[in-house]
């Protein structure tokens, strides 16, 4: 199949959909306005900014890819999986995660709770910060501190109240890295794994079990990503030139809810061919 991409890519962009703060429209112009040229939306667990985004990038005369960052957990890490070109109706990705962003809800819920006890904040408030059926994170908890005058904004939220330190941070419910890059695959799309190397809690897996995601079809790595520590890319990079993987590069962009900018990182053209060639699920679309 023929398709256009050229110029530069961001594989990596949230909307509302989950925790971004902008329509997957905007997202795409966003993108767009940055000298983006190749853009993949990829809320968390969730695929139904797809049709929007899509329709908008063929308005500005670009390519959208099709995607999603689907929660996983290995040991005590929040392990996040970028899947791209997947096909979104496959079942035992939707039974999963359905099953991830209803256990998001509750968790979302307990936390709220246990910080009200200590603040003035409600479940209502964060509410009032989620756009409908919305993958509820801590982002939209933060955004509720905020609207209450608790913190100034996200990054002070995280730094602090909604940082595991305080004992306010409650997990929710992931599947394990193997089974979300065997499910991805399996409903024919190609994982890379989102910011693998970033510092403090959630820092790199050990190369053994990164070992056993390859063998269980992994892609690739998102290395160039603001989050990645200077030696967890070196090490990412030798790990990809021994495996032949793919590598990527994008921004994580969340609209007004994070510093990043579209377009800061990027994926070369070689690497989106690798992703479109190698996917079945779906396709990419242009105008
Ligand atoms: P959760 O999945 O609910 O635990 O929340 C994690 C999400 O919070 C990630 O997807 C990030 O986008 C977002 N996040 C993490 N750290 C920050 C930060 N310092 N500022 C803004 N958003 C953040
Ligand atoms: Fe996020
Ligand atoms: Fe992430
Ligand atoms: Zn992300």
Same mark, same amino acid.
Not at 137 to 166: K, Q
């Given at each position: 199949?023929?398709?256009?991409?050229? !110029?530069? /890519?961001?594989?990596?962009?949230? @909307?509302?959909?989950? +925790?971004?703060?902008?329509?997957?429209?905007? #997202?795409?112009? *966003?993108?767009?306005?940055?000298?983006?040229?190749?853009?993949?939306?990829?809320?968390?667990?969730?695929?139904?900014?797809?049709?929007?985004?899509?329709?908008?990038?063929?308005?500005?005369?670009?390519?959208?890819?099709?995607?999603?960052?689907?929660?996983?957990?290995?040991?005590?890490?929040?392990?996040?999986?970028?899947?791209?070109?997947?096909?979104?109706?496959?079942?035992?990705?939707?039974?999963?995660?359905d099953r991830i962003r209803g256990?998001?809800? !509750?968790? /979302?819920?307990?936390?709220?709770? @246990?910080?009200?006890? +200590?603040?003035?904040?409600?479940?209502?408030? #964060?509410?009032? *910060?989620?756009?409908?059926?919305?993958?509820?994170?801590?982002?939209?908890?933060?955004?509720?501190?905020?609207?209450?005058?608790?913190?100034?904004?996200?990054?002070?939220?995280?730094?602090?109240?909604?940082?595991?330190?305080?004992?306010y941070y409650e997990p929710h419910y992931a599947p394990?890295?193997?089974?979300?890059?065997?499910?991805?695959?399996?409903?024919?799309?190609?994982?890379?794994?989102?910011?693998?190397?970033?510092?403090?809690?959630?820092?790199?897996?050990?190369?053994?079990?990164?070992?056993?995601?390859?063998?269980?079809?992994?892609?690739?790595?998102?290395?160039?990503?603001?989050?990645?520590?200077?030696?967890?890319?070196?090490?990412?990079?030798?790990?990809?030139?021994?495996?032949?993987?793919?590598?990527?590069?994008?921004?994580?962009?969340?609209?007004?809810?994070?510093?990043?900018?579209?377009?800061?990182?990027?994926?070369?053209?070689?690497?989106?061919?690798?992703?479109?060639?190698?996917?079945?699920?779906?396709?990419?679309?242009?105008?």
């Amino acid at each position: 199949m023929a398709y256009l991409f050229s !110029g530069p /890519a961001d594989l990596h962009l949230h @909307s509302n959909h989950s +925790d971004g703060t902008e329509t997957p429209a905007e #997202v795409m112009r *966003q993108a767009h306005a940055h000298g983006v040229r190749t853009m993949a939306l990829t809320d968390h667990d969730r695929t139904t900014g797809w049709d929007e985004a899509g329709a908008a990038a063929a308005r500005l005369g670009v390519t959208f890819l099709p995607g999603m960052e689907l929660s996983a957990k290995h040991e005590w890490r929040s392990v996040h999986v970028l899947g791209y070109l997947f096909d979104p109706g496959d079942a035992a990705l939707v039974a999963e995660t359905d099953r991830i962003r209803g256990d998001r809800i !509750g968790r /979302a819920e307990r936390i709220v709770r @246990s910080i009200g006890r +200590d603040y003035d904040l409600s479940w209502d408030d #964060v509410l009032a *910060q989620t756009t409908a059926d919305a993958t509820v994170g801590r982002p939209h908890i933060a955004d509720a501190l905020i609207a209450r005058g608790i913190v100034r904004d996200r990054t002070e939220a995280f730094d602090g109240i909604l940082h595991p330190r305080e004992g306010y941070y409650e997990p929710h419910y992931a599947p394990d890295p193997l089974t979300a890059v065997r499910l991805i695959a399996d409903a024919g799309g190609v994982s890379v794994i989102a910011h693998p190397a970033t510092a403090g809690r959630d820092r790199m897996m050990p190369v053994a079990f990164i070992e056993q995601l390859i063998a269980a079809g992994l892609g690739g790595f998102e290395i160039d990503h603001r989050e990645n520590t200077e030696s967890g890319k070196r090490a990412l990079r030798e790990l990809a030139r021994k495996h032949d993987l793919i590598v990527t590069g994008s921004s994580d962009y969340h609209g007004a809810g994070k510093p990043n900018r579209p377009g800061e990182n990027t994926t070369s053209e070689e690497m989106v061919a690798r992703i479109t060639e190698r996917a079945t699920g779906s396709a990419p679309r242009y105008a």
